[in-house]
């Protein structure tokens, strides 16, 4: 049971590249959610998904695509990349009742030149 | 809107001490919270969580909170601080409606031999 697992775990990108981080669980756990965690802003909701099929926007998600069409996997696609998305990406599941804690991924370090 | 504050952004201690950490969260109806630990390039681990009932919850490596309604409070406390514990502490509220977990900035924690 590997728990959530995000890949790559560190990235260089140049402006204007587009990229995906991946994110996968194996608790069958039926949300999941992608943050990004700045200094001094604590994590803040990108994307996340209730089920397969189903996504929604988080607090900051401009910039950002999601798609969710198995259970186990949620990527996190980056566009067009900008300096402004340099930050730490944590991916996070958890089961789908009342007041589940998420269990977290190592996380993503990603740094746009 | 559902928030989560953390006053103190850097908290140092001695090795021994107690230590207190403040949460307030801002927050309709009963919310479940949660506090975490991130150990520098590390995902987040659950250290407590609160749903309901007794509310003073255990949690590992020796930490309690307790959840104050009346004051909106969600204080982390440990008796004695180890070296170990030097990390960031991120306090969470879960709200019952979204399903969205909304995170405090974060105290990182300093402890002093």
Not at chain 1, 5 to 19: A, D
Not at chain 1, 22 to 32: G, K, P
Not at chain 1, 41 to 58: K, N
Not at chain 2, 78 to 92: M, N, R, T
């Amino acid at each position: 049971n590997a728990g959530v697992t995000q890949t790559p775990k560190f990235q260089v990108l140049k402006t204007g590249q587009s990229m995906t981080l991946q994110c996968a669980q194996d608790m069958n756990h039926e949300y999941m959610s992608w943050y990004r965690q700045d200094p001094g802003m604590g994590l803040r909701l990108i994307h996340y998904s209730v089920g397969a099929g189903i996504t929604d926007q988080g607090e900051v998600p401009n910039g950002y695509n999601v798609s969710r069409s198995t259970t186990e996997d949620f990527p996190l696609r980056l566009l067009s990349a900008a300096p402004s998305q340099t930050s730490v990406y944590f991916c996070a599941s958890r089961k789908r009742q009342e007041g589940q804690p998420q269990h977290f991924g190592d996380g993503t370090r990603l740094s746009i030149l | 809107a559902q928030s989560v504050t953390q006053p103190d952004i850097h908290i140092t201690v001695s090795e021994g001490a107690s230590l207190e950490l403040r949460c307030n969260y801002s927050y309709g109806a009963t919310p479940y919270l949660f506090w975490y630990v991130q150990s520098p390039g590390q995902g987040l681990q659950l250290l407590l969580k609160y749903f309901s009932g007794d509310t003073l919850v255990q949690g590992i490596k020796g930490f309690e909170a307790e959840f104050k309604r009346s004051q909106s409070s969600f204080n982390l406390r440990k008796p004695s601080v180890h070296w170990s514990d030097a990390a960031e502490y991120f306090c969470a509220c879960l709200s019952s409606n979204t399903g969205k977990l909304i995170f405090g900035q974060g105290t990182t924690l300093q402890v002093k031999p």
